[in-house]
């Protein structure tokens, strides 16, 4: 419930705050959420050349993909945060 609040209440700027809502949609076990904004969160890190805070970001989310069922969604969620984590393990080892 505080996720969606705080998700409405940032409007067009929810992007800069998605670490803050993946935390509150995790909490509230809104696992499709919590992943979409760890994807946002990672990105928004690697573009501010923050490797290791996007891949915590990254890593995170395809954790949470651990707690949702099997989909189409989920396979697409795990395709694209897989094929983004790439880049930023390749630069930090």
């Known amino acids: ?49 923050a490797a290791r805070e996007g891949l915590t970001h990254l890593m995170k989310g395809a954790t949470l993909l651990t707690h949702m069922p099997e989909s189409q969604e989920r396979v697409q969620q795990e395709l694209l945060l897989h094929s983004t984590l790439g880049l930023p393990l390749f630069r930090t080892t």
Do not use: K, P, S
Request: proline residues 0%.
């Open 1 to 49: 419930m505080i996720g969606l609040r705080e998700e409405t209440g940032y409007g067009t700027q929810a992007r800069e705050h998605a670490a803050q809502l993946a935390m509150h949609f995790e909490r509230g076990q809104d696992y499709l959420r919590a992943v979409a904004y760890c994807y946002q969160a990672g990105e928004r890190a690697l573009y501010q050349n």
